[in-house]
């Protein structure tokens, strides 16, 4: 009965770990240079500014085991934002899921897809009047 429960222990840990790697798309795994932020920003619907950033700096770690960490910055309009956090993902070939610990989750839409340059695009909805869409690019 002890062997039973063990076998059976084990192959559920073995499938728990195994549907985990599924989740993680090995393209990602690594450091990535932020190369631009981009934003759109909405007012009652209508796009009513387009701040740029060519020239962020840091980088955002997407590891092998599903954890992550961002280390970058980007200005707009002179204000400087700074996003430092580690934070658990997951991704397939149409999104990636960042999971934050203190803030909520953001599901990154993936634009381009290859193995040298990621660009994915993500809405943020301030209230019921403004929004942001950002595309962030980033490259190896």
Same mark, same amino acid.
């Given at each position: 009965?002890? /062997?039973?429960?063990?076998?059976? @222990? ?5 499938? &728990?770990?195994c ?6 798309? *090995? ?8 190369? /631009? =932020?981009?934003?759109?920003? $909405?007012?009652? &619907?209508?796009? =009513?500014? $387009?701040?740029?950033?060519?020239? *962020?700096?840091?980088?955002?770690? @997407?590891?092998?085991n %599903?954890?992550? /960490?961002? +280390? ?5 309009? %002179?204000?400087? $934002? *700074? #996003?430092?956090?580690? @934070?658990?993902?997951?991704?397939n070939?149409? #999104?990636?899921?960042? +999971?934050?610990?203190?803030? *909520? +989750? ?5 634009? !381009? ?5 990621? =660009? ?10 403004? /929004? ?5 690019? !980033?490259?190896?």
């Open positions: 009965m002890k /062997k039973a429960f063990f076998f059976l @222990f084990s192959i559920s840990i073995l499938s &728990n770990a549907k985990k790697q599924e989740d993680l798309d *090995p393209a990602l795994y690594g450091t990535w240079d932020v190369t /631009k =932020v981009e934003g759109v920003y $909405y007012l009652n &619907n209508i796009p =009513v500014a $387009y701040p740029v950033d060519n020239n *962020p700096t840091g980088t955002i770690n @997407f590891n092998s %599903g954890t992550g /960490k961002q +280390d970058y910055s980007y200005s707009i309009a %002179g204000t400087v $934002y *700074p #996003q430092n956090s580690n @934070f658990i993902w997951e991704a070939a149409q #999104q990636i899921t960042i +999971d934050r610990t203190s803030e *909520p +989750d953001m599901t990154w839409t993936r634009v !381009l897809n290859e193995a040298n340059k990621q =660009v994915a695009t993500y809405s943020y909805v301030v209230d019921a009047t403004q /929004k942001w869409d950002y595309t962030l690019t !980033l490259e190896k």
